[in-house]
């Protein structure tokens, strides 16, 4: 007689997997600009020569976090004129 294991598999939810970097870019919409320098990074292993696709991110970011900035400040003021 051989001994079974147990049939269970532990169910690995996706964003378990992700690196948190990861999903943050993910979220903010950068994630094409931020693909663009891991692959300029790649093919030439020089940031100097990734510079456009380094600021596209860097402005990207900036928009969203701009953005992100915005909307606080919006449900905040929200949230004090409503007691």
Same mark, same amino acid.
């Given at each position: 007689?051989?001994? $079974?294991?147990? @049939?269970?598999?532990? $169910?690995?939810?996706?964003?378990? &997997?992700?690196?948190?970097?990861?999903?943050?870019?993910?979220?903010?919409?950068?994630?094409?600009?931020?693909?663009? !320098?891991?692959?300029?990074? @790649?093919?030439?292993?020089?940031?100097? $020569?990734?510079?456009?696709? !380094?600021?596209?991110?860097?402005?990207?970011?900036?928009?969203? $976090?701009?953005?992100?900035? &915005?909307? +606080?400040?919006? +449900?905040?003021?929200?949230?004090?004129?409503?007691?």
């Amino acid at each position: 007689m051989s001994a $079974q294991g147990h @049939a269970w598999s532990r $169910q690995v939810k996706k964003d378990e &997997e992700e690196d948190p970097l990861d999903q943050l870019i993910s979220r903010s919409g950068c994630a094409a600009s931020h693909y663009a !320098v891991q692959e300029c990074m @790649a093919e030439h292993q020089d940031w100097r $020569q990734c510079q456009p696709q !380094v600021q596209a991110f860097r402005d990207c970011m900036s928009e969203q $976090q701009a953005r992100r900035r &915005e909307e +606080l400040l919006r +449900l905040k003021e929200q949230s004090s004129t409503h007691p």
